[in-house]
T-cell receptor, first 113, second 113 residues
Framework: SQQGEEDPQALSIQEGENATMNCSYK?????LQWYRQNSGRGLVHLIL?????REKHSGRLRVTLDTSKKSSSLLITASRAADTASYFC?????????????FGQGTILTVHP | DAGVIQSPRHEVTEMGQEVTLRCKPI?????LFWYRQTMMRGLELLIY????????DSGMPEDRFSAKMPNASFSTLKIQPSEPRDSAVYFC???????????FGPGTRLLVL
C-alpha cells in the first residue's frame, strides 16, 4: 500500500504545550497536505507543502518535509483545548492523477485544559 | 458559500436495500471526490470526477457501488444491494482546478443492519 503512516497514533498533552505529529510515505510525491478532523465532522485542510519545499508556517502550525527520508512533521505550538482532533497527512504521489490524495491513518490529539 | 453539502447525514438501512447518498459540491469547483472512512481501513478514495466525468474509479470496492454526476452541482453514490460491511462514514469533497486543497462535506454515517 502507498498509504502513509503516522505516529504517534495518539497523543495527549496539556494546554500550552507543543504537539508534534509525524508522517512517513513510501514513494515520491508532488505535495503533502495536513488535514484536521474534529469528532463526527468532515476533514478541514490545514496546510500544503510541495516536494521542493522544506518548511512552511501557518499561524501556530509548522510543517517540515524531508524528501530524502520520505517523512513530514506537523508541529502545533502553544496548543489549545480546541486543537483536540484527529490529524491526517495526505500525499499526492508523483505520476498519479491530479488530486488523488492518499491519507494516512491519522494521529488522535487530545489537549487537556 | 455553504460549503459541500451532503445528505442524508445519517442513514440506517437493512441488508439488501438500496442506499443513495447525495452531494452538492462548492459552486464553481470542477473536481468532486467520494471517500469512505472506517476504523479498519481509514480514509479511502472511492471515485472522483472532473467536470462531471469520472476520472478514476479504481477505489470502488464492488459492482454494488456506483456513482454519477449528472451536472456540476450534484452527485450521487449508490449502493445496491447494501451489506453490513458497507457501514462507514462516506465523505464527499470538492476542489478547484489548480488548487489542490480539498473541501470536505460533513459526511453521511451509514449503518447497514
Amino acid at each position: 500500500s502507498q498509504q502513509g503512516e503516522e505516529d504517534p497514533q495518539a497523543l495527549s498533552i496539556q494546554e500550552g504545550e507543543n504537539a508534534t505529529m509525524n508522517c512517513s510515505y513510501k514513494t515520491s510525491i508532488n505535495n503533502l497536505q495536513w488535514y484536521r478532523q474534529n469528532s463526527g465532522r468532515g476533514l478541514v485542510h490545514l496546510i500544503l507543502i510541495r516536494s521542493n519545499e522544506r518548511e512552511k508556517h501557518s499561524g501556530r502550525l509548522r510543517v517540515t518535509l524531508d524528501t530524502s527520508k520520505k517523512s513530514s512533521s506537523l508541529l502545533i505550538t502553544a496548543s489549545r483545548a480546541a486543537d483536540t482532533a484527529s490529524y491526517f497527512c495526505a500525499t499526492v504521489y508523483g505520476g498519479t492523477s491530479y488530486g488523488k490524495l492518499t491519507f494516512g491513518q491519522g494521529t488522535i490529539l487530545t489537549v487537556h485544559p | 458559500d455553504a460549503g459541500v453539502i451532503q445528505s442524508p447525514r445519517h442513514e440506517v438501512t437493512e441488508m439488501g436495500q438500496e442506499v443513495t447518498l447525495r452531494c452538492k459540491p462548492i459552486s464553481g469547483h470542477d473536481y468532486l471526490f467520494w471517500y469512505r472512512q472506517t476504523m479498519m481501513r481509514g480514509l479511502e478514495l472511492l471515485i472522483y470526477f472532473n467536470n462531471n466525468v469520472p476520472i478514476d474509479d479504481s477505489g470502488m470496492p464492488e459492482d454494488r457501488f456506483s456513482a454519477k454526476m449528472p451536472n456540476a452541482s450534484f452527485s450521487t453514490l449508490k449502493i445496491q444491494p447494501s451489506e453490513p460491511r458497507d457501514s462507514a462514514v462516506y465523505f464527499c469533497a470538492s476542489s478547484l482546478e489548480g488548487i489542490e486543497t480539498q473541501y470536505f462535506g460533513p459526511g453521511t454515517r451509514l449503518l447497514v443492519l
